[in-house]
């Protein structure tokens, strides 16, 4: 089997590897929920290409990426469910109907009004999704709650972030961010009380609660809290890497060096 240009052909290596006695034993064995953490995994590493700019890694990537689809679809296949075909079909048809201002007559005068068509869309789908799966015996006599569609399995910076955004549509929110700095600083006291009373259970759960009032925080000043971090994160990584050179000028590991010495280096890389 040789490589190709055409989509065809990595449907027919994923039928291969999953083909019992003759395919890959690794891939055979794999479910829809061994195989999520993958699809999140080949995600992140999709943006982090894009953070670095490099386009070599970012095509590499997204073939990465593609292959979780074209396993998840096999995998449904196999089950009678849906296939490739399907799933194409699926998100063409979700791509048209969302754009009527492209594909269709209605018109948009700027991203603002685009966003809202877009929103009013999704929600009728939501409802007609809801309506089918009620008709055919699938869904419980009690309609999903607001925030259903907040996936669970986002990381949690990110779904704390679209929980509060999700609410404030419906007026659950703050005006502004001095109510939430005040709320932060109320998470703090209690988070102390908690520490001070040496109950693990209740600290873990106000930290919960600081991290939760932080991200809102950012929202409020339209930060996006995985982006903020991030930023953090390489930040301390260069000034970290900053202590361990000049330790490794002097002959020193950074086991051997002290807290006053990497502090100092520490003020130095600030600067």
Not at 67 to 80: K, P, S
Not at 117 to 131: F, N, V
Not at 181 to 203: N, Q
Request: one cysteine or more; charged letters at 35%.
């Amino acid at each position: 089997m040789k490589p190709s240009r055409d989509i065809t052909r990595l449907l027919e290596i994923m039928k291969a590897l999953r083909t019992p006695h003759t395919g890959c034993p690794w891939d055979v064995e794999q479910t829809f929920s061994s195989i999520a953490p993958y699809t999140i995994e080949e995600a992140y590493e999709v943006a982090d290409a894009i953070e670095r700019n490099d386009l070599d890694d970012l095509r590499d990537e997204l073939g990465d990426l593609l292959l979780q689809v074209v396993f998840h679809a096999r995998m449904a296949e196999e089950e009678d469910r849906f296939d490739f075909g399907d799933v194409v079909e699926a998100i063409t048809t979700k791509m048209i109907r969302r754009h009527p201002h492209v594909f269709g007559d209605a018109q948009a005068r700027g991203k603002g009004m685009a966003k809202g068509m877009w929103e009013t869309i999704k929600a009728q789908e939501k409802a007609e999704r809801l309506a089918r799966r009620t008709r055919n015996g699938e869904a419980d006599s009690v309609p999903p709650a607001y925030l259903d569609d907040v996936p669970r399995a986002l990381p949690a910076l990110m779904r704390a972030h679209k929980l509060q955004a999700r609410a404030a549509r419906v007026g659950f929110d703050w005006g502004q961010s001095g109510p939430v700095l005040d709320k932060i600083e109320e998470e703090i006291g209690e988070l102390r009380e908690a520490l001070e009373m040496r109950d693990d259970a209740h600290a873990a759960e106000e930290y919960g609660d600081l991290l939760f009032a932080v991200v809102n925080l950012g929202r409020h000043l339209g930060y996006d809290p995985e982006a903020a971090l991030s930023q953090t994160n390489d930040k301390f990584r260069r000034r970290f890497d900053f202590i361990e050179r000049e330790l490794r000028r002097a002959g020193r590991s950074l086991e051997e060096a002290d807290l006053a010495e990497m502090e100092a280096l520490w003020q130095r890389a600030k600067r």
